[in-house]
């Protein structure tokens, strides 16, 4: 989603800017601008599409001062005019950012009847407007005036030509971290995107603004008061932002699972009590005994490694467990009783909607343990405790080894919850010792890839699946659909196996294939009399499975994964769909990284 970078200092920012930019094309972004003030005047590059499309317009620019951005559309088409920057009307200001305003049609009428006249559809142009009418002289006070009179959820970058030298920035519930450099200054809403140069960071609060000049930054808090802020250091080495041998960044990152589960079980297991320690969250034993209920939130991927852990959490730990969509959940009024234990949970830590459920958690007085993998981001930092995934920058639109890396966390968390109420030392230590089998397991199942690509080829025709399960495999089979929607544009439906009868079976045809997750073993049986109806309607069935017996007269296609604890069976699964809706996106020409129409954090509602 939209990415703000920015530059001040002694070198060429337009070439650091547009690097930047190239750092947050992972979020996705449909296109892109930068500005900079070189002789007294605003001078402004858009384009719509690729950043190389950008880069070949700037040309040889060069300016010590830009604002650069990459835009997702929310207000208006994808179009070279609502392309960011925007501008005021005389060009005196301009403006990227990364959000939502939400009271933009309110001020937009306002300037409209002062005679202001708007280029573009975008919400953002108001600001501009706002700014060059306050302005008298004092850049920085005209975007304070301007900045308090904004509702919604944003982080904004601002220049003015009369201040060719100066950048004023604002974070309202977006986030946006300035990196102090030797003389240089630079702005992102990723501080991923700073990390190569430099480690020293601010991120500004909700209301804070900066004031950003060639001298240093003065930071302001929203009422306008000039405060101080200790600089922070960023720990993650900066990841490896290359596909090496693979032809994408989602292979890639499915991959490297055997890794990114072996480091998210990385010095957690205490293995002689068979149990679970987190050196990340500060809680006693006493406020794990608590516990009575928990409220997991989340949206996409995440949500589906909600609803897994909320199989596991009720099964092992006989904790009652419900699992919200943060965009639903937070216009609810929700009830938070004593011993109500949230876990929010999100790969990028952006989320706006999990970040709303989490705020309004935290308001009604509940502890809110996130879940995420990038270190200081904004779930990260307001959560009551964090659990990280370790599983590096994912850039893949489509979450893969983050999913597994949550779903490995999750079960530690439940292990670690279980063993202290009905859970026996040695059944803890014997799952922990099926844990440690799975990144192996893991590399099987990705040795299986030409195989499965075989199978994929096979169907990439297809243009309705289904995929089901049941009990595990249920939320499994929700997620293997998503994998094929999201990045194979394919119409693809996750179901409990035994609801399919209720309506679904209609749909079922020598046209529909079904990818049947039998792995769960507790309900195998039923599993496969769902498999026959299906089967009996003339429908394909790619089975994945344990092992092939009694599944002759229902499979088609067999996909084969090493047997395990019907707990841990979605992370093995999930490796399978992720590689079949991988060979089937590649298969039918689909941009696989930067799905249309998607972005890797959501920080709008
Ligand atoms: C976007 C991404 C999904 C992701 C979802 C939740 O829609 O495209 O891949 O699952 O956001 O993101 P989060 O960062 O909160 O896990």
């Known amino acids: ?104 049609q309110t001020l937009r009428e306002a300037l409209r009847k002062e005679g202001v006249k708007f280029a573009s559809d975008t919400d953002t142009e108001v600001i501009p407007n706002l700014v060059a009418r306050a302005y008298e002289g004092d850049f920085l006070r005209a975007c304070q005036q301007a900045l308090l009179l904004l509702k919604g959820s944003f982080a904004v970058a601002i220049i003015h030509k009369n201040h060719p030298r100066e950048l004023v920035v604002a974070a309202n519930g977006s986030p946006l971290v300035i990196g102090i450099g030797a003389g240089e200054t630079f702005v992102s809403s990723d501080p991923n995107a700073l990390i190569h140069h430099t480690r020293e960071v601010i991120y500004l609060a909700d209301g804070e603004i900066g004031y950003i000049k060639p001298e240093g930054v003065e930071l302001f808090d929203a009422t306008m008061s000039q405060i101080s802020k200790k600089t922070e250091k960023l720990l993650h080495e900066a990841e490896e932002m290359s596909k090496g041998q693979f032809e994408h960044y989602t292979l890639k990152e499915i991959f490297e699972q055997p890794r990114t589960i072996s480091n998210a079980m990385m010095s957690r297991f205490f293995e002689e009590w068979g149990t679970v320690a987190f050196d990340d969250i500060n809680l006693a034993i006493s406020d794990y005994i608590a516990i009575k209920r928990i409220l997991i939130v989340a949206c996409g991927t995440s949500l589906h490694a909600g609803y897994v852990a909320s199989y596991m959490l009720e099964d092992l730990a006989r904790i009652p467990t419900q699992v919200e969509i943060s965009s639903e959940f937070r216009y609810k009024n929700p009830i938070v009783p004593e011993g109500t234990f949230v876990i929010a949970i999100s790969q990028s830590g952006e989320t706006a909607d999990t970040l709303a459920a989490l705020r309004e958690l935290k308001a009604k007085g509940a502890y809110v343990l996130a879940i995420c993998n990038v270190p200081g981001s904004t779930i990260a930092r307001e959560a009551s405790g964090c659990l990280f995934l370790r599983a590096g920058a994912e850039i893949g639109v489509c979450s893969t080894k983050a999913f597994t890396s949550q779903l490995v966390v999750l079960t530690l968390f439940t292990l670690l919850l279980a063993r202290m109420r009905h859970m026996s030392k040695p059944e803890g230590r014997k799952f922990l010792q099926m844990m440690e089998k799975l990144p192996g397991q893991a590399q099987l199942v990705l040795d299986q890839a030409s195989h499965i690509e075989k199978i994929a080829k096979k169907y990439a025709q297809y243009n309705d699946f289904f995929f089901v399960g049941r009990r595990y495999m249920f939320p499994t089979s929700l997620e293997g659909a998503l994998k094929l929607k999201e990045i194979a544009y394919v119409n693809a439906n996750g179901y ?78 999930s490796i399978a769909c992720q590689l079949f809706a991988y060979y089937m996106a590649r298969e039918r020409g689909a941009e696989i990284d930067k799905p249309r129409n998607l972005a890797k954090a959501v920080t709008v509602e």
Not at 510 to 532: I, Q
């Open 1 to 104: 989603m939209c990415g703000i970078y920015a530059y001040l200092g002694h070198r060429n920012g337009v070439k650091i800017a547009l690097d930047g930019l190239h750092r947050l094309e992972y979020r996705g972004y449909d296109s892109a601008g930068l500005a900079a003030i070189p002789n007294g005047e605003i001078v402004a590059f858009r384009e719509v599409g690729k950043i190389a499309e950008l880069e070949k317009a700037v040309g040889d620019f060069s300016a010590n001062l830009v604002i650069a951005h990459t835009r997702w559309a929310t207000h208006g088409k994808v179009t070279r005019e609502n392309s960011h920057p925007q501008f005021d009307e005389k060009k005196n200001c301009a403006v990227i950012l990364n959000g939502i305003i939400e009271n933009y």
């Open 496 to 573: 409990a196996a035994g609801e399919m009868k209720h309506g679904p079976i209609a749909l079922i045809n020598e046209n529909c294939p079904t990818v049947a997750l039998a792995c769960d073993k507790v309900m195998f049986e039923k599993t496969l009399s769902n498999l026959m109806e299906i089967k009996a309607r003339h429908g394909k069935v790619i089975v994945v499975a344990t092992k092939k017996d009694g599944l002759d007269e229902i499979a088609d296609d067999y996909i084969l994964i090493p047997e395990t604890y019907d707990e841990l069976t979605p992370i093995l699964a």
